[in-house]
């Protein structure tokens, strides 16, 4: 496989449900992030890694929990959601740039979460 | 505050319809300025990035271009293909006690429908 792959593409689930969001790259990319899509608004960045340390959350409430066990696979884990969570969530890869975040970002397809 | 617009919301033009689409910023510490495009269902694909003021990109039926205060995405003799959103994104790093930060605003895009 090629680019970046995120599992699972769709996902419902409850309020009281815990799931977890996968994403995986082999662009051979040290960076990696969480964005969140919803309807009529712009990407929101959520978490990024880079060098496999978190170094940005922007204030993304704790019931979103990221995980980044190596360069090459990073999850969202989820619990206790509202249903205004319900959104497409995009993980995206890059080189790391030692001044912060690289613009030039490649994204998977996204998973579209539901939260019933 | 920093603030990235596009405009229109959305574009409907006739197949060999030429035009431009925009992208207008008011941000401090610009280190880049960023295009994508988006289909339905899938995640932000990669086009160009512009560093400075007079810089030019162009690739295929696309040229991406770069003024001090906004970016136009020219789109020459469009085909059906090229239907899609268009997503700017604007690169701002800075410095504070703990270093270097950076983030990565997208705009809301530009909806092109390109009609044979």
């Known amino acids: 496989e090629t680019g970046v792959t995120q599992t699972p593409r769709h996902l419902v689930m409850g309020m009281t449900n815990k799931k977890s969001l996968k994403c995986e790259q082999h662009l051979g990319h040290n960076a990696m992030y969480w964005y969140k899509q919803s309807a009529k608004k712009p990407l929101e960045l959520m978490f990024v890694y880079s060098l496999e340390e978190r170094v940005e959350n922007n204030s993304v409430p704790s019931r979103f929990s990221p995980e980044c066990p190596n360069s090459s696979h990073l999850f969202l884990h989820l619990h206790t959601l509202q249903p205004e969570d319900s959104a497409l969530y995009l993980c995206?890869?890059?080189?790391?740039?030692?001044?912060?975040?690289?613009?030039?970002?490649?994204f998977g397809e996204g998973s579209r979460l539901t939260v019933l | 505050e920093d603030q990235v617009t596009q405009s229109p919301e959305a574009l409907r033009l006739q197949e060999g319809e030429s035009s431009s689409l925009n992208c207008s910023y008011t941000?401090?510490?610009?280190?880049?300025l960023f295009w994508y495009r988006q289909d339905p269902g899938k995640g932000p694909e990669f086009l160009f990035t512009l560093y400075s003021a007079g810089e030019e990109k162009e690739k295929e039926r696309l040229k991406a271009t770069l003024t001090k205060k906004e970016s136009f995405l020219h789109i020459t003799a469009p085909k059906p293909e090229d239907s899609a959103t268009y997503l700017c994104?604007?690169?701002?790093?800075?410095?504070?006690?703990?270093?270097?930060?950076?983030?990565?605003?997208f705009g809301k895009g530009t909806k092109l429908s390109v009609k044979p």
């Open positions: 941000v401090s510490g610009l280190r880049g």
């Open positions: 994104a604007v690169l701002l790093v800075w410095v504070n006690y703990g270093g270097s930060q950076g983030n990565l605003i």
């Open positions: 995206a890869s890059s080189h790391a740039h030692t001044q912060g975040l690289n613009g030039e970002l490649f």
